[in-house]
């Protein structure tokens, strides 16, 4: 059963997974639900910061699942591509930190929701709002569901005016390492248009190569945009032979927990506030300065990615705490 309709139709579709983070409360040893996932946190991202977006994922229908559905309802993301899940079970992940307050994530997937797609689970065809169709994360990459999702995406993919968007945000543990992830991960590269992806994932799939020569290879098969994210030390996207550097700023890091999924919302988000989804985006990169059609939009990311380091859990910033943190934020920073 689907919820009910939002009033306003997306721009931004997302599809994927919800996962219940487990975060250390202080020094007790005690352990804090927080509603988190990277599809989830990406959507969460955009919608916070403007842009209308929906959710497709299916919830569990335990506790958590009715916390999950709270923490979306409440940051407005649209509820009508959720599924009622048969599962009783939500996703999980125990976070630890390292001494530099990076996360690491140990999972408890085994039967739950997020997964399990079925036939007639996904709509038939999406709103014709929708500008950008992100897939993610482990959702994506995990049977028996990924079949599925592949499938809708490709789907998609004959419209010209949705932007198929990855983030694969790989988790070895669940998902597995070595070629056969390593080409099911391309695969799905070359069904789309826009890619974000970790230095640190691109390390992991082609390990001992430069990631930006990865990155590079990639952005030569079929997306017209890839952003590769590198932590403290900012972002670089590729644009067929053209790349644009840019910055992070510094700040006082409280944990690393959905900078990268803040980031990516924030990518979707200002892409579509500047008119650069569907088929505007290869037009208007094709032989373009980087700097001046897609700098500022990057440069956003990279600032929400940062925010929502400067606090606990995947929390990203809304659109009136980026407009003033860009605002102290040198232009300088990209090159």
Partial sequence: ??????????VIAVIGENIVDLVPNGDDGLLRPIP???PANIAVSAARL????????RIGADAFGRQIRRRLREDGVDERFLVDAAE???SLAVVSFDERRRASYDFWVTGTADWQWRPGELPARLPASVRALHLGSIAALRAPGAAT?????????????????????????????????????????RLCQLVKVSDEDLDHLHPGRDPLEVAARWAASGPSLVVVTRGGDGAVALAGDQRLTVSAPEIALVDTVGAGDSFAGALLH???????????????????DLTATIG????????AAALTCTREGADPPTRTELETALAGYPQDALS
């Fill in 1 to 10: 059963m689907k919820t009910g309709l939002s009033t306003v139709d997306p």
């Fill in 36 to 38: 988190g996932g990277s």
């Fill in 50 to 57: 403007g842009s209308p977006t929906a959710l497709l994922a």
């Fill in 88 to 90: 009783p079970s939500s």
């Fill in 149 to 189: 999702i592949e499938a809708f995406a490709r789907e998609q993919a004959s419209n010209d005016e949705v932007t198929l968007s990855l983030d694969p945000n790989l988790r070895p543990s669940i998902v597995g390492s070595g070629p056969e992830v390593t080409a099911a991960v391309e695969r799905l590269v």
């Fill in 270 to 288: 200002g892409l579509a506030a500047a008119g650069l989804l569907g088929s505007a985006l290869p037009k208007a990169l094709a032989g373009a």
């Fill in 296 to 303: 500022p939009v990057v440069r956003a990311a990279v600032v």
